[in-house]
């Protein structure tokens, strides 16, 4: 049991949280590219993945894992993300601190992501279950790529002025 819920209900609500602050996230990035800034996106993305975080700290302890470090530096983001979003409200050196951070975020979501499809799908299990395999380290290496040139793009272009009445929020 893990706070009152079988340990697959529990995960249940763990996956659903990662895959909506993924799902989130992605809309958040399209967003910056598009020198856009999507409150409520933006507000379900810190949340859902801060709390995709924080639950992957209550599964049994089994030593430091990848998973854990993953968490760690995830929070770490978040908390650079949120305090540039509303306590700096992305005002000078606060815009390139979001962007970084909330980009880093999402990137290690969807690493874990993939971690997972590859572990539980019975298709890609076969084909990278020792996450060492030619089509693992492909996707992943995409991924990362992708993120890196994401990430530029929304750095360059993501100048937005947030309005006084968001600066509340």
Avoid at 44 to 49: E, K, M, N, S
Avoid at 107 to 113: H, M
């Amino acid at each position: 049991m893990v706070l009152g819920m079988s340990v697959a209900a529990f995960t249940n609500l763990h996956v659903a949280l990662s895959l909506i602050g993924i799902a989130m996230g992605l809309l958040m990035a399209l967003g910056m590219v598009r020198k856009r800034l999507w409150p409520g996106v933006t507000a379900v993305f810190l949340v859902t993945t801060v709390l995709t975080s924080l639950t992957g700290f209550l599964f049994p302890f089994k030593g430091i894992t990848p998973g854990i470090v993953f968490g760690i530096l995830s929070l770490i983001a978040l908390a650079i993300a949120i305090g540039a979003r509303y306590g700096g409200h992305l005002a000078g050196r606060w815009r390139g601190a979001w962007v970084l951070s909330a980009m880093l975020a999402l990137y290690l979501n969807f690493f874990v992501f993939l971690v997972q499809l590859f572990d539980k799908v019975p298709e890609l299990r076969a084909m990278g279950s020792q996450q060492k395999e030619g089509l693992f380290a492909a996707a992943q290496l995409a991924t990362l790529v992708a993120f890196i040139l994401w990430t530029v793009r929304a750095f360059r272009r993501f100048k937005v002025v947030v309005p006084e009445a968001a600066k509340t929020v």
